[in-house]
């Protein structure tokens, strides 16, 4: 027999070809199918007798063949096996298609358990196709709930469930379980063992509810140490108190006056600098309710102390333009401002780099490029990430790491994320919420139409533009691996298009091919007004900021996520004008069509997000790894919020007992937490 840790294939049932179908779910030993959890189960454990049965009941019947089972040929290619059961109150008339040779397998006069759906037919029932055991061997398939496996081709659900349950069973009491005990007692979670079983192989719903919270608990709970591990025990950390200074002086001279909660959250962010205690604060606003300036003021702040502060944008385009838009806010009090960024010629970064290690410059903004090595600051204070969501943890802790004393940290995310997520993604950093638009913004309205639209909506576009208003086109990005349907046009290709059908009009494209320079070349063109429509993917999906742009047109709406549509939709309504967004889209599905309607009458990014959530599912939240973390296999952030908090609470407890997990009862957490990491992509200290 094979052992846990011995490549699959050596496995009785599953040879060679289903090793590599198991492979492609990642699993490649019997350990790996003990944690290969069933995305969903059916409870096939209700019985009936024939004369209780009702028309689309589910369920199993007990009862014995009748007279020996039929095959008739109803024409070329559909065959029929007929069978009579019957049990003390009635008869149930089955039938399978196609399965000819179920007529030898049924003996007259043997006793089964058949689980399928009951249809009635004048007073008879019927079941077409059930599943079916011999009562002697049954309990495997019927009569319990049995699990239902995500699967591949060439794997079939039987096939999964016999694997798995040879799994357990050389498993004994093995399981790759990472919670110590005492955890485990102080929350009243079953073992491990049981766990694993019940969770494949529940004895019935209460013994699947127990064994789902420990495996739950379990998950988030690897996972609140890890992340635990890899902040470095931040928390609670001295940091560096910068002298108190006059706000009025900054924000006084503004071309306009903050917001109360822009206010309110600057206000926040100076007195975590002040205090003494390390700043790890996040600032969550809706696009365009302005965080930059939150972002203005701390780095204002910090320079009052002569400190230095560093901020990192997602892309070159967004870097750019804080730039300028922090030299606008910055420059007037003498407070230097530069940049780096991957695609700057080598001198150029050099000279910045030798003004950041003496000094000289008091603010840099910039992409990763921040992160390399050789990047050196005289006296950083404060690092401000936009759009965090972009960046791992670890992005963040290495960031953190070019001062000489860790800095205070900001981050700042428009991405309005659900509570849940916000939780495990943020841990215990403190929230400052930007729950108010600066003064004059008008709702974008937004329509969904469909391809029969392109003439008016051509109209449109014209009319706008003739007003001195701009447009953005956005098209989704298309993969280079991925068969092109017909419908999908690229931006290059539509661009052209439409250029084609208002050649008067000024139309730029940015798309995946271009190099960063030139995209910002044509980036700066759109902004300074030089340019009509811009067409791209969707590298304006972050922060960039023209006020002049009236009208977002996403094409092929369908392809993109409610939250990323938001996003988009953002970037219009943003001046003095009144703004539209139309999501086009011949899409016909109907969770299609419900996103699309979503976005016609919400507007609030926070429940976008949440509507997002509902209709995708958490495990794409993950799955889409634009968080840097892991993907959940069990824990489903919808509906575990009270076993998510409860793990963070004992990950917390356990890393404030054994910081580094080098106890020996924690070995195994710790290699887990690890192997984590390691899939991160992160690193582990
Ligand atoms: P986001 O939160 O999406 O990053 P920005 O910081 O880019 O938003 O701000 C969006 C726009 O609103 C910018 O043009 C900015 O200058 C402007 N703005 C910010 N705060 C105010 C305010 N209090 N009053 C008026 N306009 C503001
Ligand atoms: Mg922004």
Same mark, same amino acid.
């Given at each position: ?67 020996? !089972? ?18 003390? %109150?009635? %008869? ?11 007529? #030898? ?9 058949? @689980? ?15 599943? @079916? ?15 239902? @496996? ?24 093995? %399981? !790759? ?50 992340? &635990? ?5 931040? *928390? ?6 910068? =002298?108190?200074?006059?706000? *009025? ?9 903050? %917001? ?19 700043? $790890?604060?996040?600032?969550?606003? #809706? ?33 750019? /333009? +804080? ?38 410059? /008091? ?10 090595? &050789? ?32 800095? +205070? ?8 994320? !659900? ?33 029969? @639209?392109?003439?008016?909506? $051509? ?22 691996? *991925? ?11 539509? =661009? ?33 007004? *030089? ?15 023209? !006020? ?7 094409? $092929? ?9 938001? /996003?988009?939709? &953002? ?56 968080? &840097? ?55 582990? $200290?």
């Amino acid at each position: 027999m094979a052992g846990l840790h011995d490549e699959l294939r050596y496995t009785k049932g599953i040879g060679e070809a289903r090793a590599k179908a198991f492979s492609k779910l990642g699993i490649h030993d019997l350990a790996g199918l003990v944690s290969f959890f069933p995305r969903a189960y059916e409870d096939r454990s209700r019985f009936a007798k024939i004369s209780e049965l009702c028309d689309g009941d589910t369920v199993c019947v007990e009862a014995m063949v009748h007279g020996s !089972p039929t095959l008739s040929r109803i024409r070329r290619g559909l065959e029929l096996v007929k069978l009579r059961a019957a049990d003390d %109150t009635g %008869t149930l008339f089955i039938s399978y298609f196609n399965q000819n040779y179920l007529k #030898d397998v049924f003996k007259p006069g043997e006793s089964y358990v058949f @689980y399928g759906k009951v249809q009635a037919m004048g007073r008879a029932f019927t079941m077409t196709n059930p599943v @079916y055991e011999r009562l002697s061997a049954a309990g495997r398939a019927t009569g319990r709930i049995v699990p239902v @496996y995500r699967l591949t081709s060439g794997l079939s659900q039987n096939l999964v469930r016999s694997s798995v349950r040879q799994a357990l069973d050389v498993a004994g009491d093995w %399981t !790759p379980d990472g919670l110590p005990d005492a955890v485990a007692r102080k929350y009243r979670l079953c073992s491990a063992r049981y766990a694993y079983e019940n969770v494949h192989f529940p004895a019935d719903m209460r013994a699947l509810e127990l064994a789902r919270t420990r495996l739950v608990f379990e998950e988030l709970f690897v996972l609140a140490c890890a992340l &635990g591990l890899l902040r470095g025990g931040r *928390e609670g950390q001295a940091g560096r108190v910068l =002298a108190r200074a006059e706000l *009025e002086r900054f924000t006084a001279s503004l071309p306009f006056r903050p %917001t109360g909660a822009q206010l309110r959250a600057i206000g926040e962010a100076v007195s975590d600098m002040s205090s003494g205690r390390l700043m $790890n604060r996040l600032v969550q606003g #809706d696009v365009g309710s302005g965080k930059t300036l939150v972002a203005a003021a701390c780095v204002w702040y910090a320079a009052q102390s002569g400190a230095q502060s560093a901020f990192m944008a997602p892309t070159e385009i967004l870097a750019e /333009q +804080h730039f300028a838009t922090l030299t606008g806010f910055l420059e007037p009090f003498g407070i230097r401002v530069a940049k780096l960024t991957g695609s700057m010629k080598a001198k150029e970064k050099r000279e910045v780099l030798a003004a950041l290690a003496s000094g000289e410059v /008091q603010l840099c903004v910039g992409t990763h490029a921040l992160l390399s090595e &050789g990047v050196a600051f005289r006296d950083l204070a404060l690092v401000v990430t936009d759009e965090q969501h972009r960046f791992g943890v670890q992005q963040r802790a290495a960031l953190a790491e070019k001062g000489a004393a860790p800095p +205070h940290i900001l981050v700042m995310s428009a991405t309005p994320i !659900p509570r849940t997520l916000a939780l495990i993604i943020y841990g215990d950093l403190d929230v400052s919420l930007i729950d108010e638009l600066p003064p004059g913004r008008q709702k974008v309205d937004t329509f969904a139409v469909d391809s029969s @639209y392109r003439q008016r909506l $051509n109209g449109f576009i014209e009319k706008l533009v003739s007003e001195g208003r701009q447009v953005f086109v956005v098209c989704p990005r298309i993969e280079d691996d *991925e068969e092109k349907p017909d419908d999908l046009k690229s931006a290059e290709e539509h =661009a052209a298009a439409l250029q084609k059908e208002l050649p008067e009009l000024r139309i730029g494209c940015i798309h995946g091919k271009l190099k960063a320079r030139d995209k910002d070349a044509i980036m700066a063109q759109f902004s300074a007004g *030089e340019l009509d429509v811009l067409v791209s993917t969707t590298v304006i999906e972050v922060g960039v900021d023209v !006020p002049n742009a009236a009208l977002m047109v996403i094409e $092929n709406a369908e392809r993109f996520g409610l939250s990323q549509l938001h /996003q988009l939709r &953002g970037r219009v309504g943003r001046g003095r004008h009144k703004s539209w967004c139309i999501l086009v889209s011949d899409a016909k599905g109907e969770e299609a069509r419900a996103r699309l309607s979503a976005m016609t009458h919400i507007s609030d990014g926070f429940k976008i997000a949440e509507e997002d959530l509902r209709l995708r599912g958490p495990g794409d939240f993950f799955g889409s790894r634009q968080h &840097g973390l892991p993907e959940l296999h069990i824990a489903d952030l919808g509906a575990d919020m009270n076993v998510l908090k409860a793990a963070q609470e004992a990950a917390k407890e356990l890393l404030e007992a054994d910081p580094e997990l080098a106890a020996s009862e924690n070995s195994k957490l710790k290699e887990r937490a690890g192997q984590l990491i390691a899939m991160s992509g992160g690193r582990f $200290n």
